[in-house]
Every structure is written in structure tokens, then in C-alpha cells.
């Protein structure tokens, strides 16, 4: 669609067929305010007001403000095309995500037309959840406002590392009164405030300064401030962030985006809380952008002594023990151990060994913190010993990547001097920074800073809003585990699950590199020799078998997500109680085995007709998805794909049937070309509900890596294998055999 004029514009942006009056009064509150602060100036900005309704209701105008309907924002849907528009579901959930979608297409196009001065939006959970992702796509310096219910609350998945603002609403947003006019009269002077008073930077006056980023907490503030006002003084632009796990990720995105031309990388404490589990924690793809990128960098270990964690009453009971340091009543930090330290030297020197540009670990062999100090809570010289000894064990260090171990504590003005010295060296032979400092400053005032939001695998993103059952660490988790997994498939990476009847098995196939693992009873069965149908029969209950598995499984994987099979149509569980157990375990999420899709014929009709159907395997995943958990279910048709869907599934295997091969496979079973053909057709009846939605293949005759080449190649959008049987039933028959004979061909002349 065309967006209204060629005028600077702002878009007061809300579902106006449930809060038409409340964003016509915003509306005004802009505009009012805008033509105050901008009276004296010949720039007028024009105020026009976008509907993002989800609902059936209509609306074609509000007042006198230029408008733009709920149906010329659909047209800018990436799915919508002039033969075949887009239409909204029923499922709200699903209609706010293509919604959002939409409404970002619609602004990244203004903002490409250089026409967007700024966007304001107001809403409750769902309004905000529907406008935050595309806000967040808007560079850095847009203004970008929401009124919310929920400003509040748990915002970072709202916010994410943009410089959204969200203002809080107090009261709900549901006509005007005495408390909402304030408040949303508050709301657009401050936008117009923001508006108007955007620096604006002239072309001739583009600051050629070389920016670099530096990660700091309080434990490693004196570092970071000396080491800031000696870049200062040789003439770079510097950047701190403050290592809270959000704070890392915002460094690095900013890398990605070409705006940090440079990293000192003193404080890496996020790594710490990643590995142990506390609450600030980085990503696994954390210093990945700065390797890419391949920019001068400079790595140290700062706060690498402690995890961070809440209230002291929220730490972990088997933590409880250790040593631990009120740093106030909403922040606890316990001391890392020296295994542990051994773990984040394992974890950084993974990621550095790929490097192939400059870089320079600097390591204080006195202590990373101020807290880690003769005298100070932290002091541990085992501890500190064990990481940097570690790390410069690991590390392969030549010409262009260098550690230095260094007498100092890291708050020691003489170590500040080494950090420095170190970045220096680097950027004296790094090519092109003047120029590419230029371009991504032009780059921030002219858009192309929207690459900064996340990328991967092109899905419906939602907020934890949509998910109203789930616990804000369970679905933050989750939504991390589903960005890791669309990089990869954007990366061509296949994503490989793998069922575990036994903690060997688990644990090797984490060793293998596997992205998910599944644990159900069938994998007791299978591993004790019996084929894997014995888990539908009535030999056991399926639901206690992996409650009991999980003591077995759960403790030797260290990283990978583990999930359950439930059996849905359990008759003696109340299943959202029982979805309460295995998340509190420790489980990631969900699949649907046993399950009745295995059965054809007449048993499986009756089935349905008494109540034992698919349909409740159906139901459990849904409470699962909307618990925030990690749903991975199987589906034998496009139909049943179609269901799965609806219900929220996050990934759908699509299951041929029981695996052949070995001495306890099925013998019959469809051919690997009708796998093709029936692998594609569920992964099309899936994307035509989500686009989004990850696809796996499973079962049958792809019993082994060649047979899942062969279906992966022939089909598209299919992303991955999921195997069970084929990774440890018959991996252990040929192994164990081959072995055997091995020992019997030993001749004893």
C-alpha cells in the first residue's frame, strides 16, 4: 500500500475497534503538543492514526486525523499479495502475530520513504505484545512509545535491548477519566518532546570517531572508567554495557549492525550465569558477532567469580550452601567454584579458538572482581587460578590471537594500561575504520540500524502476554531455545532430536552435538530389547516411566533441552497438574507419545469414539504451548499437522511410522520416496497455519543419516530428523556386535 503523504508523519497506532476514543484523545494529545513545540519551526510533522484491529468489528475513520485502516495494514503483510490477501484467524493469539508483522512491514516502509518521525501506540497486554515487536525494529534514536498495562511488569520481552519507552498506563486503558486523560496527556507531550527535540545530524557533521564497546558491572567499574577516559583521551566514542545478559546482547547486536567498530570485552560475567544458571545470563551465541565481525577485540574475566541471582530467599536450595553475597535486597551473588570456572574457560575458549582476526585475551592473575581481593568476600586464589590457568591452557594462541597473563588484579591501573595498550596494538593495523565509522553513523540516522533486530528463520513472533499460564523463565527459555534453533536453519544447518531410553544414551548424544532430546517409555522398552510398540501396550504407565527416567536422564545432560513424552490421553491425570510436574522437574517441554496416531483401522476408531482420541493429545499440547514449554509433537497426516498446529506446536514431526531396521524394527512399512511425499504434504498443511513452524522428519524406512539426506533433500521447508530407534536402538546393536566379534576373532595360537 502506499503510506499517506510525502510529509514527515508520526502514527498514533492502537486497535480502534476496542480503544477507538482512547487513541483519538492521544492522538490529540500529540498533535496539540506538537504544534506547541514546533510552533516557532517551518518542519511540521503530521499526526495519522493506524488501526491494528484483530477483531471482526470494522472501523474507517477517527475524527479528522488522516487514517490508515486495519485492512491497508494487512496489505503490507509479507504472505499478502493483490490475488490473495491476508485474513485474520479466530485464534487471537495467531491473529495479533500476523498483525504485528504487518504493522512492522508498514513502518520499516516509512521509515525507508523517509517519512516516519516517530511511532506511539497504546494498549493492555495484547496491544502491547502486538506493537513491541515492530517498535523494537525501528532503529535506535526513533521515538517509540507505548502506553501500557504492563509497563510494570516482566518488560524485557517487550523491550528486548531496543530504546523502546513503555509508559505505564495505571489504571486500564479503557475510557477516558480522571487518571487515564492525565496520563495519556503526559504521554504525547512526552513523545512530542521526543519528536521534536531528535538531535537531527547534518551530513557534514557525521562524526568520523571510532566507536568501541566495553561490558562493565559494579565489581569492575574502576577498570571500565579508566580504561573509558584513556580511549576518551586518544579520541574514540565509547559505548558501556552493563552485563546484565540483556546488556551483552545489545552490545552485540549493535556489532552486527555495524554501529561498534570495537569491543573491550572486560566484563564476560554473563558467560558465568549462563553456564550455573543464574538470572543475568548470556546466550549460547554470545561472542559470536565479535568473531564475525572479525573487529578489533580485547577479552578479559571480569565478575567471572560470581553468579547472580535474586532476593536471597530465591536462590536455588542446592545453592543454599555456598558462599554468598547480599549485594542488596534485590541482588545476590554466590562465588563461582573452580570446576565451574573450568566450565567458562571451556565455554570462551570455544568461541575465541574460530577466531580468525586480532584478539588478545588479557587474564589478572590477582583477582576479576573487586569483590575477589585479599580481605574482600570472593577471595579464592584456587578458584581464579583454575579459570585463567585454564583458559591459557585451552586457547590456541598464534600471530593473530594472543594471551597475556597478568600479575595485576583487574581493577589494577597497571592491568587498565595493558587492556588499553592491547586494543590499541590491535586497531593500529585494523582496515577501514574511518570509513566504516562514517557509513553505519549515517547507517543509525537513516534506518539501517533495523537490522539490529533479531534474525533467523522468518516466523510469527509472540510475547509473554499471549502465553497467560506460563512462567516468565519458562517462556524466555523457550523463545531462546526457538531463536537458536531458526538460526541454525538459516545458517542450512539441519536441527537433529534424539530419543534417550537410558542416561548413556542422553548423555553421548549431547557429545554427538544433538539439538534436542526426548525421553518416553518406549525408550525403556527399546533399550531392554523389546520393540518400541511395547510402549503402547499395557505393560506400564507411560507417564510414571518418565517421571522415573528423569533421575536417570536429567543430571548427566548438561545443555541440551530435554523433553517428555506425555501420554495425552491419560484417563488418571489431570494433565495441566502433571504438565506443572515435569516443568518443576526440570523438562523444556513436550512431545505427544505414546500416542494413538500409531493405530489405524477399527481400534483406532473406536478410540476416538470413546473419548481416548487424538484430540486429547491435541488438547495437552495446547496447555503446554500455553504454559510457555517447548512443544514438539507428532503428527501422522496433514490433518492431524493442521491440529497440532492450531494448538500452538512449536515444531511438528512428521511420523512415518515405526523405524525399520535392526532386530527388533518393523519389517513393514511405506518406501522412502512415499516418505517424501508424506513428509511434504504434513509440512505444508502445518505452514499453511504457521509459516513459522519448524518441521521435522521421523520413523519409517529414514531409519539411519543417509535415508534422512535423502527425504531432507527432496522436500522443502522440512528442517531437520528426529530419530529414536535410529539413534541408539540400532547405533548399539551394530556397535555392540561389531565389538563381539572383534573379541571372538582373537586367535589364541
Known amino acids: 500500500m502506499e503510506i499517506p503523504g510525502n510529509t514527515l508523519q508520526v502514527f498514533c497506532i492502537g486497535t480502534a475497534d476496542t480503544k477507538l476514543e482512547e487513541l483519538r484523545f492521544l492522538s490529540q494529545s500529540v498533535r496539540f503538543n506538537l504544534n506547541c513545540f514546533a510552533a516557532n519551526s517551518s518542519s511540521k510533522v503530521q499526526v495519522t492514526v493506524v488501526d491494528v484491529s484483530t477483531g471482526q468489528k470494522e472501523i474507517d475513520s477517527c475524527g479528522d486525523f488522516k487514517f490508515v485502516s486495519r485492512k491497508d495494514i494487512l496489505s503490507c503483510h509479507p504472505y499478502s499479495g493483490e490475488n490473495s490477501p491476508i485474513f485474520l484467524p479466530d485464534d487471537r493469539g495467531k491473529a495479533i502475530g500476523i498483525m504485528s508483522k504487518a504493522i512492522e512491514n508498514f513502518l520499516q516502509k516509512a521509515l525507508k520513504d523517509h517519512i516516519l518521525a516517530g511511532a506511539i501506540g497504546l494498549g493492555g497486554s495484547g496491544g502491547t505484545s502486538l506493537l513491541s515487536s515492530a517498535f523494537r525494529s525501528l532503529p535506535i534514536g526513533m521515538p517509540k512509545v507505548i502506553v501500557s498495562t504492563v509497563a510494570t511488569g516482566q518488560t524485557e520481552p517487550y523491550i528486548g535491548t531496543s530504546d523502546l519507552v513503555l509508559f505505564p498506563s495505571v489504571v486500564d486503558i479503557c475510557g477516558i477519566n480522571n ?31 571510532f566507536t568501541v564497546g566495553i561490558t562493565m558491572f559494579g565489581v569492575t567499574t574502576p577498570c571500565v572508567n579508566a580504561t573509558k577516559e584513556r580511549l576518551l583521551k586518544e579520541g574514540y566514542e565509547i559505548l558501556v554495557f552493563h552485563a546484565t545478559g540483556v546488556g551483552g546482547r545489545a552490545m552485540e547486536e549493535l556489532v552486527r549492525a555495524g554501529l561498534i567498530q570495537g569491543v573491550l570485552d572486560i566484563t564476560t560475567t554473563e ?23 572479525k573487529i578489533p577485540l580485547v577479552l578479559s574475566v571480569g565478575a567471572l567469580d560470581m553468579v547472580n541471582f535474586g532476593a536471597i530467599n530465591t536462590i536455588p536450595s542446592n545453592f543454599q550452601h555456598r558462599n554468598i ?42 583477582g576479576v572482581s573487586a569483590l575477589d581481593a585479599p580481605g574482600k568476600p570472593f577471595y579464592d586464589r584456587e578458584a581464579t587460578s583454575a579459570l585463567v590457568n585454564e583458559l591459557q591452557s585451552l586457547i590456541e594462541t598464534n600471530e593473530d590471537r594472543k594471551v597475556k597473563v597478568l600479575p595485576y588484579g583487574i581493577n589494577d591501573p597497571e592491568f587498565v594500561n595493558e587492556l588499553v595498550d592491547s586494543f590499541m596494538e590491535i586497531c593500529k593495523n585494523h582496515k577501514g575504520t574511518s570509513d566504516q565509522s562514517v557509513e553505519t553513523h549515517h547507517d543509525l540516522q537513516e534506518g539501517s540500524a533495523s537490522k539490529m533486530s533479531t534474525s533467523g528463520y522468518d516466523t510469527i513472533s509472540y510475547s509473554l502476554s499471549d502465553f497467560p499460564d506460563a512462567k516468565p523463565e519458562t517462556f524466555q527459555r523457550t523463545q531462546s531455545i526457538l531463536q537458536q534453533l531458526r538460526d541454525q536453519i ?48 499395557p505393560f506400564a504407565d507411560a ?73 486429547l493429545e491435541v488438547a495437552m499440547i495446547h496447555k503446554a504451548y500455553k504454559m510457555g514449554l517447548l512443544t514438539t509433537p507428532y503428527a501422522f497426516n496433514p490433518e492431524e499437522a493442521v491440529e497440532m498446529a492450531k494448538a500452538g506446536a512449536d515444531i511438528i514431526v512428521a511420523h512415518m511410522g515405526l523405524t525399520t531396521s535392526g532386530s527388533i ?79 571372538k576373532s582373537i586367535s589364541l595360537k
Not at 518443576?584 to 505427544?592: A, C, D, L, M, T
Open 490 to 537: 538459516k545458517a542450512g544447518k539441519p536441527i537433529i532430536g534424539a530419543g534417550a531410553g537410558t542416561g548413556i544414551s542422553a548423555k553421548f548424544e549431547e557429545a554427538g552435538g544433538v539439538d534436542l532430546i526426548v525421553i518416553y517409555n518406549s525408550g525403556r522398552f527399546r533399550m531392554a530389547g523389546r520393540g518400541s510398540l511395547a510402549g503402547l501396550l
Open 271 to 293: 558467560v558465568a550465569d549462563h553456564i550455573v544458571g543464574g538470572v543475568m545470563a548470556c546466550e549460547t551465541s554470545r561472542f559470536d558477532a565479535l568473531i564475525e565481525k
Open 179 to 209: 487518571v487515564s486523560r492525565t496520563i495519556l496527556s503526559n504521554a504525547g507531550a512526552a513523545f512530542a518532546g521526543l519528536v521534536i527535540g531528535r538531535p537531527k545530524v547534518a551530513s557534514s557533521n557525521k562524526t568520523e570517531k
Open 325 to 366: 553475597y547480599k549485594h542488596n535486597d534485590q541482588v545476590s551473588l554466590m562465588r563461582t567454584t573452580a570446576d565451574e570456572n573450568k566450565k567458562f574457560a571451556a565455554f570462551i575458549a570455544n568461541k575465541i579458538n574460530k577466531s580468525s582476526s586480532k584478539i588478545c585475551v588479557c587474564l589478572p592473575e590477582k
Open 543 to 615: 507417564n510414571a516411566v518418565v517421571i522415573d527416567m528423569a533421575n536417570e536422564v536429567l543430571p548427566v545432560v548438561k545443555k541440551v533441552p530435554v523433553l517428555a513424552g506425555v501420554c495425552g490421553t491419560d484417563p488418571f491425570r489431570k494433565m495441566e497438574y502433571f504438565l506443572r510436574q515435569l516443568e518443576s522437574i526440570g523438562f523444556y517441554g513436550v512431545q505427544n507419545f505414546p500416542t494413538v496416531g500409531l493405530f489405524d483401522g477399527n481400534f483406532r476408531q473406536n478410540l476416538e469414539e470413546t473419548g481416548m482420541g487424538y484430540s
Open 665 to 743: 524394527g518393523a519389517k513393514t512399512a511405506i518406501t522412502i520416496e512415499e516418505s517424501v511425499v508424506r513428509v511434504q504434504a504434513i509440512a505444508d498443511a502445518a505452514h499453511a497455519i504457521n509459516p513459522g513452524a519448524i518441521v521435522l522428519c521421523h520413523g519409517g524406512p529414514i531409519s539411519g543419516p543417509k535415508e534422512a539426506e535423502f527425504v531432507l533433500k527432496r522436500t522443502n521447508e522440512v528442517h531437520g530428523f528426529y530419530g529414536a530407534s535410529s539413534m541408539e536402538r540400532l547405533p548399539v546393536e551394530q556397535a555392540i556386535t561389531a565389538t563381539v566379534q572383534q573379541y
